[in-house]
């Protein structure tokens, strides 16, 4: 339908030859990958490690270390090192209790905004700073492993994200220096890993425990599409909830409150139980030294008693897959198959209650850690080679408005397609009102406080009116990243107010340029050179366009008028090939204007043809009659 | 034959020439066009009917998202991708309304000038369809054990069967009065079912 034919001779414009990669930003680990011609690899560091900890240490010049060189660091200096960061991407104050004592660094938040930040290494850092550290050193591997430069990318992140922590997400890529050409669902990238890999068809489910997150989607797969038909998780269950779990066992064994222990006590009892789970994957018991107050002590954990530790975690992500699929309208046992993701997914305990649940055995050939960045790498070829699989996904949290007493009125249901936007009318309650606030929430409880606030912004200047008179229609619009737009517009006068949804608990756009400004990171020359590539990118456009146009109505030009035109394209040739921005926009004006009356001649042949009850074929067939009896 | 001279005429954006409303694509330069104020049933090829094969709207939804989803045009221009997110949204909101029976029902009602609007508080105002209401509601509340709630569910999903046969006849006889009733059953029933359902549940837990 659509077909892109470069005439003889002409060479097609200049694309910028940097491969687009995949970033699976974990929360404890993160991995890069690239696909070339549907084969997706990891890319690893000099010493052929594939996962990168997502653990960040800050010296004293403000510079950042990556990886594992900042987990050796953790113990010694915990007051510069973080971890977990995922953990408090796009969360505010109120969010902290939810992952209260679950965390294994010190928290400041910020009265002014109420957003979370950290102290580390006597700095002030937000979550969205630490991330963009972590993208930067994925970024940088990848460009040491490919020997190119890389400058797009898709990431990953859990199903369940919010509105807010997938902003923060897309913020921290571009500090990094990185356009993200799409965010994607980490068990949709699985989801692709695998069904590419197999060329599987039919109902499958993806199963997904990270570090910090946990996932459930239900897709249907067909011939290259992945339809995502309902997703579910917790954004706050996973694997370090293990190990808290295990290191509370051990600190009530030792007779230690958690209270009394130092930054770096803490993180130590992290890293053992840490240890131990890990441990218990192969081995049916094991035995670990606790080291606290200066004295260290001997435990030994049997599989039963972690087992029982982690039953309630466990237990509880069975529900959450049973009310997924019941949101999909299916029983468990009509899954094709059921995909594991997740470091996690190595515990035996879940292993087997996926298997129990869903009736079979769990696909795990693919490494757990890297399928989602493989998954990702795939759809960053896809959307830069081209492709034919294709994602549809959906959203994995209702959207709504807060409305009278509270309540909240759903506008968007979870589960829905994305791309989508709807609509819906509210009115005033007093007469003369002026004003409307758009308080703009997401999840699933019935009361505002209950949900996620989004944002909340006022639609000012109604006209006014008796109450219930003003016809004010609220517009929800997600894109495929997830990303929601809210726009308020009173219907009798046209008031309009229109915002993208910065979460309350994001950062504000200006700081986000400042920190730009500041990271050195060559931002001017990112946001240059993007642009450029826009205006290529529309030249080519142009270009092709007026060529189908001149050679399907070739007959509408006047005399000399195809010879301008064919020296405006040439013109517009000429200043692709360059890298002066405004000068292609220019030629792509004088081409326009050069080609406008016979634009016009020709929309006034379609005009006359449907006016005329004639299809455009036959005029032409006239025209071409006429050309053929007249002169030449 | 519909006439020809209904066919509208827009601009291209893209090659300034004309595209009949309804084209995706411009014939003569390639570019994607806006979505336009077409019908749901229209949008994906359909007759505008009640019945329909699932399988066979599945597959039009996938041949036009493979066609128009944003994902195929992350290198094109942004005129391209912003235009093709319209499209992309226009067929997710078609085939959203049209693959549930009810929605599709009350879609298709609305073209026919008929609003259902249970949802809104407003008791089924038909006797048959209040009578049923109370009946089954009353069950519910007497159904203690979880193989009675069972029960229940299985009754009210056959009842949801027989309706939306009943609709689907009613439709086909251009009854849109009685298919306007039967929506509104319908309404009940599927909502009566999700409480049943929730109530399941919750006594599955509990055991």
Request: glycine letters at 8%.
């Amino acid at each position: 339908m659509l077909l892109e034919i470069h005439e003889p001779g002409q060479t097609p414009l200049p694309h910028e030859s940097v491969s687009a990669i995949g970033i699976d930003l974990g929360t404890t680990n993160s991995v890069v990958a690239v696909s070339q011609s549907g084969k997706p690899e990891v890319i690893c560091d000099e010493h052929g490690v594939a996962l990168l900890p997502s653990v960040v240490a800050y010296g004293d010049d403000g510079g950042a270390t990556v990886g594992a060189a900042a987990s050796a660091l953790i113990q010694e200096q915990p007051d510069r090192v973080v971890s977990s960061i995922k953990r408090l991407m796009g969360r505010g104050i109120d969010d902290l209790n939810a992952v209260a004592g679950t965390l294994p660094f010190d928290v400041a938040t910020d009265e002014r905004d109420g957003m979370v930040r950290l102290s580390l290494a006597g700095r002030t850092l937000s979550p969205v700073e630490i991330s963009a550290d972590i993208l930067r050193a994925t970024r940088a591997r990848a460009e040491t492993g490919l020997g190119r430069e890389v400058t797009r990318a898709v990431i990953t992140v859990p199903a369940y994200f919010d509105d807010a922590a997938r902003t923060a997400t897309k913020d921290a890529a571009r500090l990094a220096g990185l356009e993200v050409l799409r965010l994607v669902n980490e068990p949709t990238a699985a989801a692709l890993a695998y069904g590419l890999d197999q060329g599987a068809e039919g109902l499958y489910a993806v199963y997904d425990l990270g570090g910090g997150t946990f996932d459930i989607s239900v897709l249907r797969l067909e011939k290259g599409v992945f339809q995502v038909l309902a997703t579910g998780g917790d954004a706050a269950l996973g694997g370090d909830d293990f190990d808290h779990a295990i290191a509370e066992h051990l600190l009530s064994a030792r007779g230690v409150g958690e209270g009394t222990l130092s930054a770096g006590e803490i993180k130590s009892v992290l890293a053992t139980a840490r240890a131990a789970k890990e441990g218990l994957t192969t081995a049916d018991s094991v035995s670990v030294e606790l080291t606290v107050g200066g004295e260290t002590t001997t435990h030994t954990i049997d599989r039963a008693t972690f087992e029982q530790l982690i039953a309630a975690h466990v237990g509880r992500t069975i529900e959450i897959c049973r009310q997924v699929l019941d949101d999909a309208g299916f029983a468990p046992d009509e899954t094709k198959g059921v995909v594991l993701v997740g470091g996690s997914t190595r515990v035996p305990a879940v292993h087997n209650a996926v298997a129990d649940f869903f009736g079979g055995r769990p696909l795990g050939n693919i490494d757990p850690d890297a399928v989602v960045a493989l998954g990702a790498a795939l759809q960053a070829e896809a959307l830069t080679a081209g492709s034919d699989t294709l994602l549809l996904d959906v959203t994995p949290l209702s959207l709504g408005l807060g409305t009278m007493g509270d309540l909240v009125e759903k506008i968007i249901h979870r589960n829905t397609p994305i791309p989508v936007a709807r609509a819906q009318e509210f009115t005033t309650y007093q007469d003369g009102q002026t004003g409307m606030i758009i308080h703009v929430v997401q999840g699933e409880r019935e009361m505002v406080d209950q949900n996620r606030s989004l944002a909340k912004f006022e639609l000012t200047g109604i006209p006014p009116m008796v109450a219930g008179a003003a016809r004010i229609r609220v517009t929800f619009a997600v894109d495929a990243d997830g990303l929601l737009t809210v726009t308020a517009r009173e219907e009798t006068t046209g008031t309009e107010s229109k915002v993208e949804v910065k979460p309350s608990y994001g950062l504000a756009e200006g700081v986000i340029e400042r920190m730009l400004h500041d990271s050195l990171a060559h931002a001017q020359e990112d946001v240059t050179r993007r642009l450029l590539t826009e205006a290529r990118v529309d030249a080519e456009r142009v270009i092709l366009a007026t060529r189908a146009a001149l050679t399907a109505d070739v007959a509408l030009l006047e005399n000399g008028e195809g010879a301008v035109i064919e020296s405006a394209i040439a013109t517009v040739e000429t200043a692709a090939a360059a890298d002066d921005r405004d000068a292609i926009q220019a030629a792509i004006e004088a081409l326009d204007h050069a080609a406008q009356p016979f634009a016009q001649r020709r929309m006034d042949r379609s005009i006359a043809a449907a006016l005329g009850g004639k299809s455009i074929d036959a005029i032409d067939a006239e025209l071409q009659n006429t050309e053929n009896t007249g002169p030449t | 034959m519909t006439a020809e001279s209904n066919i509208q005429v827009n601009v291209c954006w893209s090659c300034h020439g004309g595209v009949r409303e309804g084209q995706a694509f411009c014939e003569t330069c390639g570019a994607v066009q806006p979505p336009g104020q077409t019908d749901h049933f229209a949008r994906l090829g359909l007759d505008r009917q009640f019945d329909l094969n699932p399988d066979d709207l599945q597959t039009r939804y996938f041949a036009l998202q493979r066609a128009l989803h944003p994902d195929r045009f992350a290198s094109r221009s942004e005129q391209e991708r912003a235009i093709s997110m319209q499209q992309s949204t226009s067929i997710n909101e078609a085939f959203e309304t049209l693959k549930d029976p009810l929605r599709r029902a009350e879609y298709l009602l609305s073209l026919g000038g008929f609003t259902v609007n249970a949802e809104t508080g407003n008791l089924p105002t038909d006797p048959a369809v209040l009578a049923e209401a109370m009946e089954t509601r009353e069950a519910l509340m007497e159904a203690e054990t979880a193989a009675a709630v069972a029960d229940l569910a299985d009754d009210v999903r056959t009842r949801a069967e027989t309706c939306r046969a009943d609709l689907a006849m009613a439709f086909a006889g251009s009854d849109l009065a009685r298919a306007a009733t039967l929506a509104t059953r319908l309404k009940y029933l599927e909502k009566f079912g999700d409480e049943v359902r929730r109530r399941q549940a919750t006594l599955q837990a509990a055991q």
